[in-house]
């Protein structure tokens, strides 16, 4: 990315010019320096100091080149002074841009953060007063050559509804995403005031339409992917602030697909309770033990959707019935029964100060919901267009509508029944919540966290959703609606093709192999992955097999698991990670302190460090598996080599005790999911067979977002060009001597994989269902050499 270094004589008045661009192209990662000022410390002193504008411009370059701005007078001298203070090498990227400041800046910086080059960014500072002067009259020596008026490419004209009109920030986003179109050339002109046709890809000149709200503005576009930037750039013409994804808290991706189809809200019928006295403690508690029954089946079905979820359901369950059973006993019927006794143990979860704890709350009332609903034969809550003949609603439109909800429990996200939805939008939620990886798992595209007011869309109103790009339009107009079609007709048929090759090799256009994995959390999982054409097991968590229960498996049920994943996967290599529990994910009888911080605390390796005896048995059972099949044995949470020879020498004790050798093909690999590792990874090289990045943890711990904090979600992306770096760190260090991997959220997501393997990884693991796709997609990619 170009670099953009600012001097001028005042800190301050540098500081709040590069605060007012980081505002235009907010959530973008920016690389502009300050050098203003005399002194760092004193706030009050005015100058420039050609010393630091040298460092500046060496702390701004990446590479890309450098564009300085300045203020004026001395500033300029000292920037020339700076350039021959500079090595060649380095001055011969840097332009001193005579630019205005504050409209240079934010012109230069919309274009640095789209990937613009130095020259392009320096000319768009340049064009920095071309707003101001269509709107104060035009400055002769910088009028801008209009755009010829002959065209041959589409064309579609939208009307503008963002209040302040087509103001600097929807501005900014519509130039941002116009240049991700290369080779596409998309204008716009407003035609109300009947203005001259502009780039789509200049800031500077967009501002110059005075696109107000209510006017018409006409767009055309031409070349690669024409229909798909018109649709893109007319949507932001149109769509309001409100559902505009800008890095802050708003709707974000929940699980990818595009959906079209009218609005549909989720029915809560609600639970009256029947007034009928008690037949007596034995009929009461056979009715109860029926609707137990009626409801473990049901979860049972619905189980290896997310088994760690609904096991933690049908324990809630046991945990519920001595209760039931007491009031049962005492004379109540047993509907009346089982609801006192969820809402007083909900209750109780609710004043917990543990949130993860506090969250269990909503687990109750959701199974609670369930076994009353069958007590009582009440319908489940129902997908509905909301008709105002109420249960004789028609179904949704054939192909199913957009589910729109506040949020949904986990079995209801599990129950969602594809034919009659095609997306959910959720005015909640997060990415990482339960019913977002149940929607994925149902192969649902979703939006989340797209605020309250959807829920008051009328039913029945068209809605069209990207849930991997985190986007929806209500009503949207005719353009807009045929590029989300283009783009759901366009994953149509990629899923088509990915389907019928999904047992073939991920070989790049330009012949490069990638095995591509299946991230597996039980035997279901390893079947699902051997019938999705999954290379190997990347990872296997295999927490499923500690969590739930009150003492560790012993040798021989981890043995008997390990085998029956192994066995499901019919030869394929499978990579079995340790123990990853913490007080993020509880296990009982590894007791571990309370933390204030989970995810920073005793988890992974840690804790298993602390437990040998624990970890000993875990070992073992890798190793007699590992002479059975091809294993691959994964350390989580590493972040010291000390830590990764101590869990190799506990390896050595485990073969030891199992008194047969080494098994041969046994190879011994880490996690890199602490920036610390990613950064030292040079130093780990020695004693790993293979590297496996963890995108999910080493994005929370490099952005200081944690992964399950709604609020953060569209901070903590996989995709920022910090983790990029950390990723490539890791393929560097490792060079030729060892494999990378990828087995976070971040390998199935189509815009990083190019990227990915650009790196040099070679690997890459995903949720079972994800394999084909992803395969898919890296047969479209060339590796860059
Ligand atoms: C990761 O952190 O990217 C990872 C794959 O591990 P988990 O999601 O199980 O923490
Ligand atoms: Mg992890």
Known sequence: MVGLVVVSHSRPLARAAVALAAEMTKGRPLAVEIAAGLDDLDEQTYGTDALAITEAITAADSGDGVVVLMDLGSAVLSAETALELLDDEVREKVVLCPAPLVEGLIAATVAAASGAGRDEVAAEAMAGLAGKESQLGPAPSSASPSLPQEHDGLSATVTVSHPHGLHARPAARLVAEARSFDGALVQLRNATTGSGWVP?????????????????????????????????????????????????????????????????????????????????????????????????????????????????????????????????????????????????????????????????????????????????????PAVTTDAPTGDDAPPAAAGGGVLIAADLTPARAALLDPSRVAGVLLAAGSPTSHAAILIRTRGLPAVVGAGPDVLDIPAGTEIALDGTAGEFAVAPPPPVLASFRERASHEAALRTAARSHASEPAVTV????????????????????????????????????????????????????????????????????????????????LPAPAEANPFLGVRGLRLSLLHPDVFADQLLAVVRVAREAPVSLMFPMVTTVDELRRARLLLDEAVARDGAGRPPDLRVGMMVEVPAAALRAADFVPYADFLSVGTNDLTQYTLAAERGNAALASLASGLDPAVERLVGEVCRAAGDRVPVAVCGELAADERAVPRLLAAGVRQLSVAPALVPLVKQTVRCVEVPR
Do not use: C, M
């Not at 035997?523 to 999954?534: E, F, H, K, Q, S």
């Not at 029956?564 to 394929?572: F, M, N, P, Q, S």
């Open 200 to 380: 789509a890809t200049s800031l500077s000149r967009v501002a110059t339409l005075g696109a107000l709200q209510g006017h018409d503005v006409e767009i055309r576009a031409s070349g690669v992917r024409a229909r798909e930037a018109l649709g893109r750039v007319a949507a932001l013409v149109v769509a309001d602030e409100a559902s505009l994804s800008t890095g802050a808290v708003g709707p974000t991706a929940a699980s990818p697909g595009v959906a079209v189809g009218p609005a549909v809200h989720l029915r809560e019928t609600p639970i009256n309770l029947p007034d009928h006295p008690s037949l007596g403690p034995e009929p009461e508690r056979q009715r109860l033990t029926q609707a137990l029954d009626e409801t473990r089946r049901a979860i049972a079905q619905i189980r290896s959707a997310e088994p760690g979820i609904f096991d933690a359901h049908l324990l809630l369950l046991d945990d519920l019935v001595p209760a039931a059973d007491s009031l049962i006993a005492q004379g109540l019927p047993a509907p009346r029964a089982w609801q006192t006794a969820t809402t007083d143990l909900a209750a109780d979860f609710d004043s917990l100060t543990d949130p993860y704890q506090r969250a269990r709350a909503a687990d109750v009332r959701a199974v609670g919901d369930q076994v009353l609903r069958a007590l009582i034969g009440a319908p489940a």
């Open 510 to 589: 330009d012949g490069v192999t990638v095995a591509v994995g299946a991230n597996i959390g039980d035997v279901g999982d390893a079947r699902a992955a051997a019938a999705n054409g999954a290379d190997l097991a990347g990872l296997v968590r295999t927490e499923f097999l500690f969590q739930d229960r009150a003492t560790a498996p012993g040798v021989d049920e981890q043995v008997a698991v390990y085998r029956r994943i192994a066995e499901a996967l019919g030869g394929r290599r499978v990579t079995l990670r340790t123990l990853d529990a913490g007080s993020d994910k509880p296990v009982p009888y």
